[in-house]
């Protein structure tokens, strides 16, 4: 089974300030990793993934995450956070030795960056 | 390129009513899932499919039903329709290519209230 949490419903910042946004996983397996960003009456949009190899992957919008295998965590990382930045943020999983191929999402991590 | 386009955007039904929701996937993308999202649930999976075949199902009653065509266009369909149906259900397509893990793309949605 794979399962993901954000541990956080809120995270505050105020802009300029570094942001990260919190997620671990099970699987029972190796991870497949996601995060999605969702916009006021959006679809979600993808931001960055981790498949295999290095363990901090860049993404979009200067967004980054780092996998970490022995505390099973993907925290999702901005430098320098904008007040546009503020969004619905999803951590996904899939378990690389599983049978399905439908990603586990987590609750979601609402971010608000304030000016 | 096109995204990914869900018809309608808005829908108000009535309690025992059926609703019918269509999505079109990105060009090529031959693999359509659908979700059902709601503040205190998140995003739950409903189901996905593949070459015109239900691939993989997720934990919701068999009021919920879908369907894929050749064109890979989906709909899904959710009858005797009950307030707790009242959520936003998105569409997401990929690509699936074998061997590859690919992001998945998501559309606007259907924001679907039942009164």
């Known amino acids: 089974a794979q399962s993901v949490a954000q541990p956080e419903d809120q995270v505050n910042v105020a802009e300029g300030n570094p942001l990260t946004v919190k997620c671990t996983y099970s699987?029972?397996?190796?991870?497949?990793l996601f995060w999605y960003v969702q916009y006021p009456n959006r679809g979600l949009q993808f931001l960055l993934k981790?498949?295999?190899?290095?363990?901090l992957v860049k993404g979009s919008y200067g967004f980054e995450a780092e996998f970490n295998k022995s505390q099973t965590s993907f925290h999702l990382k901005k430098p320098s956070a904008l007040v546009s930045d503020s969004a619905l943020y999803f951590c996904?999983?899939?378990?690389?030795?599983?049978?399905?191929?439908?990603?586990?999402f987590g609750r979601g991590t609402s971010l608000i960056v304030h000016p | 390129k096109a995204g990914v386009t869900q018809t309608p955007r808005y829908l108000i039904k009535t309690r025992g009513q059926q609703v019918t929701l269509s999505c079109s996937p990105i060009s090529g993308h031959r693999s359509v899932s659908w979700y059902q999202q709601t503040p205190g649930q998140g995003l739950q999976f409903l189901f996905e499919y593949f070459s015109e075949t239900q691939r993989n199902k997720g934990n919701f009653p068999g009021r919920f039903s879908g369907r894929q065509f050749s064109n890979s266009r989906s709909e899904m369909n959710v009858s005797t329709l009950e307030l707790g149906d009242s959520a936003l259900y998105l569409c997401?397509?990929?690509?699936?290519?074998?061997?590859?893990?690919?992001?998945?793309?998501f559309g606007q949605g259907t924001r679907l209230t039942v009164v």
């Open positions: 997401a397509s990929t690509m699936d290519l074998q061997g590859r893990v690919t992001e998945a793309f």
């Open positions: 981790y498949i295999t190899g290095d363990n």
């Open positions: 699987v029972s397996g190796n991870p497949y």
């Open positions: 996904a999983v899939r378990d690389m030795g599983g049978g399905s191929y439908i990603p586990t």
